[in-house]
């Protein structure tokens, strides 16, 4: 098999249909195959998707939801391909995308992870897909929307440009197209992120473990971001916050002094709360 695309389903029927058809509506040049992992969502979507795709989509059925990394793991751990593409349920598959990056992936042996251009509803950028990693000081400029124009510390890399291709530290995990090879060394995505963060450590273990990670912006995927992540809002702050927290103490906490890391563990804490606190007086979608 040449590529393993892995889906994870959680109550959206619709939005995995319409990823899943973006992908079958196309032919290509290699062989492959389309997994969806349900992760026990508990409504009629799996049995849906099972009627409505048949034999050409393989299922596996989780017991329960512990989380993207461990829905995309109950995958990983069964497919024997060249590629896998890690791919948001949530997300429309343009022409020629997948082949042009399979292209690109067969030609540069060094590459062990690559990521396309990611449009959003609108049109614009999905910034998410190139950037650098996260440390404690852009994290801040970030965190508190603190203007940055130092291009050492531009985490999103918007001085880049959208439509070329180049190495990058970070794609993001709504399309990861991967080298098993690259994988198997890494390691697959740590579980202990529930949601968020499971990316960018990801593309840290297969960056130390010396492969590249490139940035294709001359081809695009859109993608819904949240639609499949409306519910539970304040789960999903404080996932995104706890995220923030595991990558941090696993990645650069042992490098950073005490001091530091009181502050950095304080700030998360903080930042935390106040954004739980303000979701109270949001209106519920």
């Given at each position: 098999m040449d590529l393993s695309i892995v889906i994870v389903n959680y109550r959206t029927y619709e939005l995995t249909r319409d990823t899943v058809n973006s992908i079958l509506k196309y032919s290509y040049p290699f062989n492959y195959e389309i997994i969806v992992?349900?992760?026990?969502?508990?409504?009629?979507?799996?049995?849906?998707?099972?009627?409505?795709?048949?034999?050409?989509?393989?299922?596996?059925?989780?017991?329960?939801?512990?989380?993207?990394?461990?829905?995309?793991?109950?995958?990983?751990?069964?497919?024997?391909?060249?590629?896998?593409?890690?791919?948001?349920?949530?997300?429309?598959?343009?022409e020629n995308t997948l082949?042009?990056?399979?292209?690109?992936?067969?030609?540069?042996k060094d590459v062990g992870a690559?990521?396309?251009?990611?449009?959003?509803?609108?049109?614009?950028?999905?910034?998410?897909?190139?950037?650098?990693?996260?440390?404690?000081?852009?994290?801040?400029?970030?965190?508190?929307?603190?203007?940055?124009?130092?291009?050492?510390?531009?985490?999103?890399?918007?001085?880049?440009?959208d439509d070329e291709v180049y190495e990058i530290d970070c794609l993001t995990g709504a399309f990861m197209f991967i080298r098993k090879e690259a994988l198997d060394k890494a390691g697959l995505l740590d579980e202990t992120f529930f949601m968020y963060g499971e990316d960018i450590d990801l593309c840290y273990r297969i960056k130390e473990a010396g492969w590249k990670i490139v940035y294709y912006g001359k081809s695009s995927i859109t993608h819904l971001k949240g639609a499949s992540s409306?519910?539970?809002k304040?789960?999903?702050?404080?996932?995104?916050?706890?995220?923030?927290?595991?990558?941090?103490?696993?990645?650069?906490?042992?490098?950073?002094?005490f001091i530091?890391?009181?502050v950095v563990y304080l700030g998360m804490g903080v930042l935390c709360i106040l954004k739980l606190f303000l979701n109270l007086f949001k209106k519920r979608v």
């Open positions: 992992v349900d992760n026990a969502s508990g409504d009629d979507s799996l049995a849906r998707l099972r009627d409505y795709f048949k034999d050409n989509v393989k299922f596996i059925e989780s017991s329960e939801n512990r989380g993207f990394a461990v829905g995309n793991n109950h995958a990983l751990r069964q497919v024997n391909s060249d590629y896998v593409l890690l791919l948001n349920s949530d997300t429309v598959v343009w082949e042009n990056i399979y292209s690109y992936m067969e030609k540069h690559c990521g396309c251009r990611v449009r959003l509803e609108n049109g614009e950028l999905d910034k998410a897909c190139k950037r650098t990693f996260p440390n404690v000081k852009n994290s801040f400029f970030r965190l508190f929307h603190i203007p940055n124009k130092s291009s050492d510390d531009n985490y999103n890399l918007t001085d880049l440009p409306k519910k539970q304040s789960k999903l702050i404080y996932e995104f916050y706890h995220a923030m927290y595991i990558y941090y103490n696993k990645h650069h906490a042992n490098e950073s002094s530091v890391n009181i």
